[in-house]
């Protein structure tokens, strides 16, 4: 039953359950009741959490979430990181809403630093909305010593970014960290030097798609 009907992430249990208890007060009156199950398989549907199968070798960089490649380029790391404004081979991903929205470790490390910043809700598929936009930014270091950037950005329709990851967890690649409410993009941003193996309009399976091989 689980393979073929994935479970809900536990941020999606209120508004499965607000459209359910909809259906039940509304009962007697047809319209209501459908449209509190429809709202319900609808949320459902939107904070699904299938099983994903990561590659083995370590030197893999996965696709943190559902989607479709939407930028293959360099930019500078989220200033709020750090890092400076050299920049790094980065691959954006933007979700529709019809996507699996949890967010997926690219690879194992360990967690050096999450930072979120408010921002001014442009689209998410705007290649300005990294330095407007509301995001999340985690920066992963690999037992080899490479670093791997992360980057949560809330879409036009989002309300909350959920990021579960904290300072010196430690992630497995694949695992799931995060999740983004209705509409978002995730920015990966590479070792310099780092040759992206995707293509734009490539469409990517969170904890799966290899993005990346580390040298």
Known sequence: MRSTIPPVHPAGIPFVSAGLAVAAVGYRRRW????????????????????RVPPNR????????????ALVDV?????????????????????????????RAPVSGEVLAVQHRPGQFLSA???????????????LRTASGAEVIVVQI????ARRIVCQAHIGDKLSIGETYGLIRFGSRLDTYLPTGTEPLV???????GGETVLADLS
């Open 125 to 139: 598929d705007l290649p300005e909305a990294s330095e407007a936009n509301e995001r999340t930014s985690m920066r």
């Open 58 to 69: 370590p030197t893999a960089v996965v696709a943190p979430a559902d989607g479709t490649v």
């Open 199 to 205: 293509t734009v309009g490539q469409h990517a399976v």
């Open 154 to 157: 809330a879409g036009l329709l």
């Open 32 to 51: 209501v009741r459908r449209a509190g199950l429809l709202a319900a398989g609808a949320c459902a549907g939107f904070f699904r959490h299938p099983t």
């Open 75 to 103: 930019a500078a790391p989220p200033a709020e990181l750090g890092l400076g404004d050299t920049p790094l081979p980065r691959v954006s991903i933007f979700l529709s809403l019809l996507d699996v929205h949890v967010q």
